[in-house]
C-alpha cells in the first residue's frame, strides 16, 4: 500500500528524521528540490529518485532570494494539496516543505557567489538569480545531506551552476541531471506554462520547434554558430514571441557561445510569451 509521504517543515526536524530511518543502514537518499506546482518533469526526476534510492525526499520552497524584484514570486503558483497528492502516487517517503522564516531567519545574510558561468546566458538577464539558487541549494543540501541529488536538464545552466558549485565547494552529493520532460505537443513542462493564454501557447511552440530546427541545420552541415543564431532569433519572433532574451548556440560544459559550431553543442532559448518568460534547450551531438 501506497502511503502519504511525511511533510516536515524544520531543518532539525528532517535530519532527525532521516537520520532515524538511516539508523546504521547504509540507506541511499535522494533529494528533488522544487517549487511546487508541481507536473510530470518534477514527477520525472522523483521517479528517478525513487528507483536509485532508498529513500526519496522532495523539497518544495519557493526561494524568494531568486526573484528578482518584478517577477513573478507573488503570483508564482502554490498547490500544496495537489503536490502532495503527486507524490503520494509515487511513493515519495519524505517531503520538506519549510517556511521562509525557516531558510531565511532573520539576521542571516550568508550567501553563496555562484561560479563564473552564472554570469552568462541566464545571468545576463537576472543578475542575481543564480545566487538566490546556489544559497538556497546549499542550504537545502546541508539540511537534508542526501546522497545524491536530481536536477533537470530543462533548467540546463541552472544544472551545469550546481554541478561547479558542488564542486568547487566539495559538497558531498552526487548530482544527477534528468532529461527534459514535455507535452505531446513538444512543450517542455513549466510551472508557468500555466499563466499561457491559448494563443500563447500555441506561440510558446515556437521555443521547441526552433530548437528542433537548428538541430536539422547542423545535423545537415551548418557551422556558422552566429548564422544559426540570429536564424533561431528570427523565427521566434516570426512566431509571434513578444521578445527574445538569448537564442544561443553553446558549449555544454563552459557554456560559452559557439562562433563555429563542431562538437557537441547545446541550444538555448530564454524568450517572453506576453508576460510570461520560457525557456528552453536542447543538446545537440
Ligand atoms: P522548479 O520547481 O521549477 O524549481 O523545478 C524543480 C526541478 O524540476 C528543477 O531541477 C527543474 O530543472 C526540474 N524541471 C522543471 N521542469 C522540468 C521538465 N519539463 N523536465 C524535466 N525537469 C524539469
Same mark, same amino acid.
Given at each position: 500500500m501506497v502511503q502519504a509521504p511525511v511533510v516536515i517543515n524544520g531543518i532539525a526536524a528532517i535530519r532527525k528524521e532521516i537520520q532515524t530511518r538511516r539508523g546504521s543502514k547504509q540507506l541511499r537518499v535522494g533529494l528533488v528540490p522544487t517549487m511546487g506546482a508541481l507536473h510530470e518533469g518534477h514527477l520525472s526526476l522523483a521517479r528517478q529518485a525513487k528507483e536509485h534510492c532508498d529513500l526519496t525526499v522532495v523539497s518544495i520552497f519557493v526561494n524568494p532570494t531568486q526573484f528578482a524584484p518584478g517577477e513573478d514570486l507573488a503570483k508564482y503558483p502554490r498547490t500544496l494539496e495537489k503536490d502532495l497528492a503527486m507524490l503520494e502516487a509515487i511513493g515519495v517517503d519524505l517531503v520538506f516543505h519549510p517556511g521562509s522564516e525557516e531558510m $531565511?531567519?532573520?539576521?542571516?545574510s550568508t550567501t553563496v557567489v555562484p561560479p563564473s558561468l552564472a554570469t552568462l546566458l541566464e545571468g545576463e538577464f537576472r543578475t542575481t538569480h543564480f545566487a538566490g539558487v546556489c544559497t538556497i541549494v546549499l542550504k537545502l543540501l546541508n539540511a537534508v545531506q542526501p546522497d545524491v541529488a536530481y536536477f533537470g536538464q530543462k533548467d540546463f545552466q541552472q544544472a551545469a551552476v550546481i554541478k561547479t558549485m558542488v564542486a568547487d565547494l566539495n559538497v558531498a552529493v552526487e548530482v544527477e541531471v534528468c532529461p527534459i520532460v514535455r507535452d505531446d505537443d513538444g512543450l517542455a513542462l513549466s510551472? &508557468?506554462? &500555466? $499563466?499561457?493564454?491559448d494563443e500563447q501557447r500555441a506561440i510558446a511552440l515556437s521555443l521547441n520547434r526552433t530548437l528542433q530546427h537548428v538541430a536539422d541545420e547542423i545535423g545537415g552541415g551548418e557551422t556558422d554558430g552566429h548564422l544559426l543564431m540570429a536564424e533561431m532569433r528570427q523565427r521566434l519572433i516570426d512566431a509571434g514571441? =513578444?521578445?527574445?532574451d538569448y537564442a544561443a548556440i553553446c558549449d555544454?560544459? =563552459?557554456?560559452t557561445v559557439l562562433d563555429e559550431v563542431a562538437k557537441p553543442a547545446v541550444a538555448l532559448i530564454a524568450c517572453h510569451v506576453g508576460e510570461t518568460r520560457l525557456i528552453d534547450n536542447l543538446l545537440i551531438h
Open positions: $531565511y531567519p532573520a539576521g542571516c510551472s &508557468r506554462n &500555466r $499563466y499561457l493564454s514571441v =513578444t521578445s527574445v555544454p560544459v =563552459t557554456l
